[in-house]
């Protein structure tokens, strides 16, 4: 055997985005190698994890479900598991910690205890199916990313002891960055660590395996002195180039009708510039399918089995080119296909790309866009790229299409100021007749600390006190790795209390606009002959407006796009002053919203239906 390409359970093992998702980097592998003439052998293990807790110890199943819903993924999961039998001393010496973790959520170190023999005996299994293949082979990878590493870590090192001449490799968002080194300083059984796009990094790895004298890509390793060395970074092969992903489906251990599909339209950011994201550091080549390639590649899926109709569709910006996901709707709407994610940046998004999305099929859950705040010093800060009416406008559109949408909204970020928090309530308050409807979902959250990205590397500019070590780091005594996969570094503000009021406040304004109804909150507007009506309600009551001409034409010049001052008073042929006079007289009645510069603005009424 050439190469064995393995995924190991990820943290979030109850989730369908994980427990029914073959790895696409291992069905890339499979058919790109196997072109080449290798012998390929892949295990899908995070598929097999769920059914084989469940007919293994339902208490332990429940437990650590239990675990995953109560805690988030970073703070104790199934990685966390996995990582107690890896480091077993550590684990013994820090059950106090363990045990104070467990209690949050009402469990015991005897019940962790449980959760390790189900987790050891799993490994076992898994060993059990790869252990025929193993003598004679060359290499074995695994593709680690949503907290995965640590099962990954173990069964590297029960591979290793058992045939210590087979070379391995992990790689993935687990092992980017800075800890990829932290990586190859302290862990043996590991020869090799990959710090970019598989299919140049493997290819390379299995030639410098055959022959000394060939290249090493995209690779972290250690030389015959034992110092680690960086190889040559080599950029990716174009997408459209690769064959389609192979699965094997009668070696899933799932029915093809539960199969969610990974769909790539492209790979990696077209941005990379966002303050509280790592991904420059992932070394991923920005690049996109054509709508030729995808739509044969969904088709290829068709003639494998007409029962694959679960999709979700892997791609930082699905946006990179807009063309793409308009044409492919066209091919797409009819067919009845599901679909459980995408993700989108607001920058690109506009009435006929969200109409597109809607063709795709049926929308099993609310794909995403990065919002991440109302307040334009924020998405400076962020360097989002984006503004607020932008933002806004996606919103509205969402709003009134009726597309299944969900953001996240942080509720503190590094030199956030009270200034800051009063815009973003301000306009949460202006549009609340938006986000009250229910295909809009909004997730609170704390600003996360990854490493490597830009606001862990310049914390003192960010006014930010970071901890010496991650939060998995800090739950084992003397841990040698001060980062580990992607958990988060603890920290703290410098305006630690005013951050925590921020957090509340926004938290409990998401909250009461969830606690309304359409019924008692909304603005819409209505064009009759001789004028336009707004009515606006709000808490239950109403209060209309009647807007004649040359205002009427004023409102509606943006009720679907922001636009720009300047520009409106040229198309309606009345002055910069007179717009802007009116404009204000918008603003007082809370039925429009400014751009931060008071060039443009948007009409925020929806149409009456």
């Known amino acids: ?71 988030d993924v970073e703070y104790l999961g199934l990685d966390y598991v996995f990582a107690s039998l890896l480091f077993e001393e550590g684990y013994q010496v820090s059950k106090e910690r363990f045990a104070e973790r467990l209690g949050s959520v009402g469990l015991t170190l005897d019940d962790f205890e449980t959760l390790r023999k189900s987790a050891w005996a799993f490994i076992d299994f898994a060993l059990s199916e790869m252990s025929p293949y193993l003598p004679g082979t060359k290499l074995v990878g695994f593709t680690c990313s949503h907290y995965q590493l640590s099962s990954a870590l173990l069964m590297c090192h029960r591979i290793k002891n058992m045939h210590p001449h087979v070379m391995t490799v992990v790689g993935g968002k687990d092992c980017s960055g800075t800890f990829s080194h932290q990586l190859m300083s302290n862990v043996d059984f590991v020869d090799f660590v990959g710090i970019g796009e598989s299919e140049v990094t493997i290819p390379g790895l299995l030639e410098h395996i055959e022959n000394k004298k060939k290249p090493l890509y995209n690779v972290l390793f250690k030389d015959a002195k034992g110092n680690i060395r960086k190889s040559e970074l080599k950029p990716n092969v174009s997408l459209n180039s690769l064959p389609f992903p192979m699965y094997h489906l009668e070696r899933l251990p799932i029915e093809p009708h539960e199969i969610i599909l990974p769909l790539e339209l492209g790979r990696g950011c077209p941005w990379k510039k966002c303050t509280f994201c790592p991904d420059v550091s992932y070394h991923v080549r920005c690049q996109w399918k054509t709508t030729k390639r995808i739509i044969a590649e969904m088709e290829y899926y068709q003639d494998v089995s007409k029962d694959l109709s679960n999709f979700i569709i892997l791609d930082s910006d699905a946006l990179k080119n807009r063309r793409l996901v308009t044409q492919l709707s066209e091919y797409l709407d009819g067919k009845n296909l599901s679909f459980h994610f995408a993700e989108f940046r607001a920058q690109k998004m506009d009435k006929k790309v969200l109409e597109s999305i809607l063709r795709f099929g049926h929308w099993i859950s609310h794909f995403q866009v990065g919002i991440e705040t109302f307040s334009d010093r924020l998405l400076r800060l962020m360097k989002k790229g984006v503004s607020a009416i932008r933002n806004v406008e996606v919103l509205k559109m969402v709003a009134e299409l009726g597309v ?40 609170p959250g704390e ?97 209309n407006y009647t807007l004649k001409s040359p205002e009427q034409d004023l409102y509606l010049s943006a009720v679907e796009k922001s636009q720009r001052i300047d520009k409106v008073a040229k198309t309606i042929g009345i002055s910069s002053a007179d717009v802007r006079s009116a404009l204000r007289d918008f603003e007082k009645n809370g039925l429009i919203l400014f751009s931060a510069d008071k060039k443009s603005f948007l009409s925020l009424a929806t149409k009456c239906v």
Not at 14 to 28: E, M, Q, R, T, Y
Not at 411 to 432: A, G, Q
Not at 509 to 524: G, H
């Open 1 to 71: 055997m050439d190469f064995i390409f393995v995924s190991m359970p990820y943290t979030k093992f109850d989730s369908k985005w994980f427990a029914n998702v073959p790895n696409i980097n291992l069905g890339i592998a499979d058919a790109y190698l196997s072109e080449k003439g290798k012998n390929v052998k892949t295990f899908h293990f995070h598929l097999a994890f769920l059914p084989f807790l469940n007919g293994f110890d339902k208490n332990a199943s429940a437990n650590l479900t239990k675990i995953s819903q109560s805690l």
């Open 404 to 443: 299944p949408l969900q953001f996240n909204l942080f509720t503190s970020y590094p030199n956030m100021t009270t200034r800051d928090l009063e815009e973003n309530l301000r306009v949460m308050d202006l549009i609340t007749h938006l986000l009250v409807y229910e295909n809009i979902l909004i997730y």
């Open 447 to 543: 600003f996360y600390l990854p490493t490597d990205c830009p606001v862990f590397l310049n914390t003192d500019s960010y006014g930010l006190e970071r901890n010496d070590e991650s939060i998995f780091s800090d739950i084992f005594y003397d841990f040698p790795m001060p980062s580990y996969s992607n958990y988060p570094y603890p920290y703290e503000f410098d305006n630690e209390e005013e951050q925590f009021e921020f957090s509340a406040k926004i938290r409990e304004k998401v909250k009461d606009i969830k606690s309304k109804s359409r019924l008692e909150t909304f603005m819409c507007y209505q064009t009759r002959a001789k004028d336009l009506k707004i009515s606006v309600c709000r808490d239950g009551r109403t209060t």
